[in-house]
């Protein structure tokens, strides 16, 4: 009640006097961010830079996007974060923000500011003399106010209370009138998303009054200011107005994909000290991460040394004269802007990768076998108005070798005032084959070669270190064997007929297995509230696998394909805090949902051994060895995340896909664990994957499909962490069984 007669009175006083006043602009816009007009009843106007910004107007800043915005009489700043929505309503002696969720950093100056400034929220009243702090105002009724400098009250209006934040507090209020004045840690209060310090940009209004500017709805252009004599500090403040009023804004392309997150700080080291088991040996390990970020740049390094327990160092990591191209995997990763920049990049790591709404691709990662297997990738795209495309590529190291995992998407968004999303999508395994492990990358996978870290020899017929005759590359007579089917007499004085020596092993030269995979989508919000968001889509999904056999019959693969339709689909958020998904899917074929998912590469390919013959099955051969083209199939998958009060998220879905002789079942689920309030635990997660399964709940007989693992840190001191990682996964033994591969990693990391 008390809030509605506030909200009353201010909208009185606006309507009576200051209606229409410009008095404020905004200064940079990244993503959605758009504006509702006094009196209107949408948010039908896109903000871009330079736009102006009338009393009683309302701003709303989308996910994955960012806003800034500049007060004319006084330079005070508000930075706004993504799924933030608040307005503005100025009288002659107040100046309030009504934040109705979101996360507000404000810098509000002390010298030149005539009024008093508030931040009002459903519960509480930030009042501010001039400071700077965040309020972060949940929509499950929760409100945090950190101050980084200054001082600052804040009042419940539930219960009535206030109390007095200064430099490094927090105050946290609740609907149920409980307001805690207590310590703030030093990683409570949110970075930038774009930058830490954003340098206050100069406005060519600044020095007139606001009051007696005409209302006008277009970006006024930038006069030029008589010249003075310019500090570093103004020349600085210049530089940054003409970059902002210059970037144009870019319409945020729908797509479910994972957000990027806040942004590093500039500058970290981290040392990690612990063990690692590389091709079956133990090393210790010893590890430089240094993590470098400079406006829109990033860049990550890995510099790991490996020790055996005898104290010798594992060369194979630092071989660069030989192979120079081992420095590619000292480069953990550098990328260029964000997702929702005009454009952006990243090479190297490539994790939680999602494409349209996931029915071909969900979850990808290529760092599933880190550090074992080093897989540099590259993920770019770009944002132009409506139309937003982008760039995969799993491992550029494949391509060398005919392969590598490409995908690419291409996006259209109608309008702001018809925001119904149409994209196409197109992934490729150029050569499944390529996820075969070949040490000394001779074409002649490990599994097949007798001679795995030579690339100049692959056959011994006999077993004894020999090479046979003609299976290596310019190989002295004085190294071939001279009995190389091991019949004790020496092969020349025999008939060459009548040596029986084994084929050449199989190639990634001559041997490809293709996967192709398209698939059309279409989405349309038909909600968007605080409490709720709905959104409507659609997704046509097809595979194909040509046909292939090898030569000598190691690999046999019909050719199949298959489609699915996902009709509806259905996405909702409500209060902010639970994520639902529902959807019908109906598949015919062979086809899958979620082929290219994180086990992806650790089941790409596989082999088997048969009564000593080893043969090679892919993916698509193992989930649809009982398929036929004609099989149809139908079903429900569901999935709920739930995150409480930023202590726990928790994700899991399911799928139950029933044929006429077959059913598959899918299972995921993923917690992971805000440990900012837990004493000594530096970060806790755990994770769940078994896809198109029979029985995805049945853990004493694991599949190929399956994959779980976690994630522990235990502080030692501040800075100094004891990490335990392990992840676990199954491949066959060659018999049928299935063999756990079980990976940990146990370092103490320190940040710097």
């Not at 994630?711 to 756990?740: A, C, N």
């Amino acid at each position: 009640m008390t809030r509605t007669l506030y909200v009353f009175f201010i909208s009185a006083l606006l309507s009576t006097h200051l209606e229409g006043q410009v008095i404020a602009r905004l200064v940079k816009a990244e993503g959605r961010v758009h504006f509702k007009r006094l009196g209107m009843s949408t948010f039908s106007e896109q903000g871009r830079p330079g736009a102006p910004i009338k009393n009683g107007d309302e701003i709303k800043v989308g996910e994955k996007s960012f806003a800034a915005v500049i007060y004319l009489d006084d330079r005070s700043i508000l930075k706004v974060r993504e799924n933030t929505k608040f307005s503005f309503m100025d009288t002659r002696n107040s100046r309030t923000v009504d934040l109705a969720h979101g996360t507000l950093l404000n810098d509000i100056k002390k010298e030149g500011r005539k009024k008093d400034f508030r931040i009002q929220t459903p519960v509480s009243v930030a009042s501010v003399k001039g400071t700077e702090f965040a309020a972060i105002v949940s929509q499950s009724g929760v409100d945090q106010f950190i101050c980084k400098e200054g001082l600052f009250e804040v009042l419940n209006m539930i219960s009535g209370e206030t109390v007095n934040v200064s430099t490094g507090q927090k105050a946290v209020s609740n609907a149920t009138g409980d307001l805690v004045q207590a310590p703030a840690s030093p990683g409570e209060y949110p970075p930038d998303p774009e930058v830490e310090d954003l340098i206050e940009p100069e406005v060519d209004e600044l020095d007139e009054d606001p009051m007696e500017k005409s209302s006008i709805d277009k970006p006024l252009p930038v006069e030029k200011k008589p010249k003075v004599t310019e500090t570093k500090e103004t020349q600085a403040e210049k530089e940054v107005e003409e970059n902002n009023l210059e970037e144009e804004v870019t319409q945020e392309v729908e797509e479910p994909n994972v957000p990027d997150g806040p942004p590093p700080k500039p500058f970290s080291m981290g040392l990690g000290i612990g063990s690692a088991t590389l091709d079956g040996v133990l090393y210790n390990q010893l590890a430089l991460r240094p993590e470098i970020n400079i406006w829109k740049v990033g860049i990550g390094l890995d510099l790991v040394l490996y020790v055996d327990n005898e104290g010798n160092m594992r060369n194979e990591e630092w071989d660069i004269e030989n192979d120079p191209g081992l420095l590619l995997d000292k480069i953990l990763y550098v990328r260029y802007g964000r997702v929702t920049d005009p454009v952006w990049i990243k090479y190297g790591s490539i994790e939680g990768k999602t494409m349209g709404y996931g029915g071909l691709m969900n979850s990808y990662s290529n760092m599933m076998e880190f550090p074992t297997v080093r897989r540099v990738g590259i993920n770019t795209g770009f944002n132009i108005g409506p139309v937003g495309g982008e760039l995969f590529l799993s491992n550029i190291k494949d391509i060398s070798r005919g392969g590598t995992i490409a995908g690419f998407r291409m996006a259209y968004t109608v309008s702001d005032d018809i925001p119904l999303t149409i994209g196409v999508n197109y992934i490729t395994d150029a050569n499944m084959f390529s996820g075969l492990k070949d040490r000394d990358s001779d074409s002649y996978p490990d599994i097949f070669d007798d001679f795995p870290d030579d690339s100049t020899l692959w056959n011994d017929t006999d077993g004894d270190g020999w090479p046979d005759p003609g299976h290596g590359d310019s190989v002295l007579d004085s190294l071939i064997d001279i009995d190389a089917d091991g019949d004790n007499i020496i092969d020349a004085n025999e008939n060459e007929d009548e040596i029986d020596l084994k084929a050449t092993p199989f190639s990634l030269k001559n041997n490809k297995a293709i996967t192709n995979a398209l698939s059309f989508d279409i989405g349309y919000p038909i909600l968007d509230s605080d409490l709720m968001t709905l959104k409507v889509y659609s997704e046509y999904n097809q595979l194909n696998f040509p046909g292939f056999i090898t030569s000598d019959s190691t690999f046999k693969r019909p050719e199949r394909s298959g489609s699915g339709i996902t009709l509806p689909g259905l996405r909702s958020t409500l209060f902010g805090i639970l994520n639902l998904s529902l959807e019908y899917r109906m598949i015919s074929g062979s086809y899958v949902p979620q082929f290219f998912d994180q086990a992806y590469d650790l089941n790409r390919v596989v082999t088997s051994t048969v009564e000593g013959e080893t043969f090679v099955r892919t993916k698509d051969m193992v989930v649809f060895e009982s398929y036929a083209d004609s099989s149809k199939s139908n079903g429900l998958f569901g999935s709920a995340g739930l995150n409480l009060f930023d202590l726990v998220n928790f994700t899991a879905s399911y799928a139950n896909m029933k044929a006429d002789t077959t059913e598959l079942k899918s299972f995921n689920a993923y917690l992971n664990l805000n440990t900012d309030n837990i004493p000594k635990i530096s970060s806790a997660m755990a994770y769940y994957q078994r896809n198109n399964d029979d029985d995805p709940f049945d853990y004493e007989n694991p599949t190929e499909n399956t994959i779980m693992g976690y994630r522990v840190g235990y502080e030692l001191s501040k800075g100094v962490s004891l990490i335990w990682d392990f992840r676990q996964f199954y491949r066959d033994d060659g018999t049928g069984k299935m063999e756990p591969i079980q990976q940990t990693n146990i370092e103490t990391t320190f940040n710097f």
